[in-house]
């Protein structure tokens, strides 16, 4: 669509970002299933189109789409036209990120078996609860709190003291979620489509 002064949207800009359908390559979301036709040699017992998608767009010759089954949605990309009734392959790249697919690979195959669906591990409930902590840090920095009254606000239950301050492990806590936060806000936020990794 076209507005703001003829300017090309991805999307429509008159939707939050909670409405908005957005869609990553398989390079930066690795839970992102790639879908092809399957080898003539293929077992017949595979699964065929066309699968349960919703919200389709056409890039070039690929369909990007969310498929819907079990409760759950997975991203996917649909290479090359394919007919009904053909024979489906999913494609994993051999890359870094490729224990990530397999992952997402696996969940996606229990739920079209109606199996249960374990939780994207990518999210973790730890990682949730420390990336609220960080916006809220790096919104805490941004409006001049200082870190021992960002401290004060994410851990009410410890008795902060300001002549102690310096030398507590909550201090370096927070400065710590104040540089990831600042890191996530700055375009970092792609690396929560991958699992954690230890540095190399």
């Given at each position: 669509m076209r507005a703001n002064g003829g300017c090309p949207f991805a999307t429509d800009p008159a939707l939050t970002a909670l409405e908005a359908s957005v869609y990553w390559t398989p390079a930066a979301d690795p839970g992102t299933i790639l879908i092809s036709a399957a080898p003539t040699a293929t077992a017949d017992h595979a699964l065929a189109s066309p699968l349960p998608g919703r919200d389709r767009r056409r890039d070039g010759g690929d369909t990007y789409e969310r498929i819907e089954v079990a409760d759950a949605t997975f991203p996917a990309i649909v290479q090359a036209e394919l007919t009904s009734g053909t024979l489906l392959a999913a494609i994993i790249l051999l890359d870094d990120d490729a224990v990530d697919r397999m992952d997402a690979l696996t969940r996606f195959l229990l739920a079209l078996k109606r199996r249960r669906v374990p939780p994207d591990s990518r999210l973790t409930p730890q990682r949730r609860i420390r990336l609220r902590q960080m916006l809220r840090t790096v919104d805490g920095r941004r409006e001049g709190a200082t870190y021992r009254a960002i401290a004060e606000a994410l851990f009410p239950d410890h008795q902060i003291e300001t002549s102690?301050?310096?030398?507590?492990?909550?201090?370096?806590?927070?400065?710590?979620?104040?540089?990831?936060?600042?890191?996530?806000?700055?375009?970092?936020?792609?690396?929560?489509?991958?699992?954690?990794?230890?540095?190399q």
């Open positions: 102690s301050f310096a030398g507590n492990a909550l201090r370096e806590t927070t400065i710590r979620l104040a540089r990831d936060g600042m890191k996530l806000v700055g375009g970092g936020y792609r690396a929560l489509l991958r699992k954690p990794r230890r540095p």
